[in-house]
């Protein structure tokens, strides 16, 4: 829509009853209001247009998904040696949130002594 489309339209709404006209012409808006205020004489009415342009919508682009990676195992030591749960379950490293844990990280420990629960 072009600068002189806009002043028809503005012309066409100033000589008409209608006091709102809304037009959309390939993804752009325009709105043409006209609001009648009473002078101090009272008998003359001030016109006010308010074109309102609205900026086309812009494509959004497709979010990329994760790269995938591989989860890294700790290397194992000579020293270490993997402990298996019997059962899946919650890991609790202490016997309540308030004490101290069965065992730090780093610590050396004999067979038979808890781990955890």
Do not use: W
């Not at 995938?68 to 899946?88: F, G, I, K, L």
């Amino acid at each position: 829509m072009d600068i002189q489309s806009i002043k028809q339209l503005i012309k066409i709404v100033e000589k008409s009853d209608i006091d709102e006209i809304e037009f959309e012409e390939e993804g752009r808006k325009i709105r043409i209001s006209k609001r009648t205020l009473a002078s101090n004489a009272g008998s003359a009415q001030n016109h006010m247009f308010n074109p309102v342009y609205a900026a086309p919508p812009q494509p959004v682009p497709a979010p990329t998904p994760p790269a995938a990676t591989e989860a890294q195992a700790p290397a194992a030591s000579a020293n270490t040696v993997e402990v298996r749960s019997p059962m899946v379950g919650t890991f609790y490293r202490s016997p309540s949130p308030e004490a101290d844990p069965y065992v730090e990280v780093g610590s050396s420990i004999k067979p038979g002594s808890p781990l955890c629960i």
